[in-house]
């Protein structure tokens, strides 16, 4: 039996889950996550938890079983308390400043990189060198948080870049010189 899919999800206050044929829709304070799981699992919610059960031992619903009970547990957390995540700017003249729904980050190119939020993530930039992606959906926050990331990646000799907070960057020695004779 699967450790993560046979435990319960608890339902919080103030949440309310759905389930219609698989697809679970769940609203909560910060807003609404609905997805469609596999037919062959059975979600059962009774008495404030959510149940996740599978059918047979086979390979395929194993995987399935723990998955889908993390991800049902996810949207659960994520109406209620929401995901974000945290990057920093490091280098020299490296910095990020918020006008609007943009974020402006200068990253030692010829030109400004713009990155704009969308309806489900925000961003917020409580210094010039951080900047804070929080969102409802987990999947959404480190998919966009990769791809702010993915625009100037920390190299390994200065550690210049953008990394995540606590990220540690392993640094390489710089070239030997050639020594007097």
Known sequence: MSRIGKQPVSIPAGVEVKNENNLITVKG????????????????????VINVT????DKRHRSLHGLTRTLIHNM????????SKTLEIEGVGYRAAK???KVTLNLG?????????????????PQPNKIIISGIDKQAVGQFAAEVREKRPPEPY???GIRYA????IRKEG???KGKK
Not at 34 to 47: C, Y
Not at 76 to 83: A, F, I, K, L
Not at 109 to 125: A, G, N, R
Not at 166 to 169: A, F, M, S
Request: glycine letters at 14%; a negative charge.
């Open 166 to 169: 606590g990220e540690h960057i």
């Open 99 to 101: 006008s609007g729904t």
């Open 29 to 48: 304070p910060k807003g609404e996550l609905s997805r469609q799981f596999s037919k062959e699992l059975g979600i059962e919610i009774a008495e404030g």
């Open 109 to 125: 190119f010829s030109h400004p990189v713009v990155i704009e939020e969308t309806d489900t993530i925000k961003l917020d930039v």
């Open 158 to 160: 200065k550690g210049k």
């Open 76 to 83: 659960v957390e994520g109406v209620t308390n929401g995901y």
């Open 175 to 177: 070239k030997a010189g």
């Open 54 to 57: 599978r059918p047979s031992d």
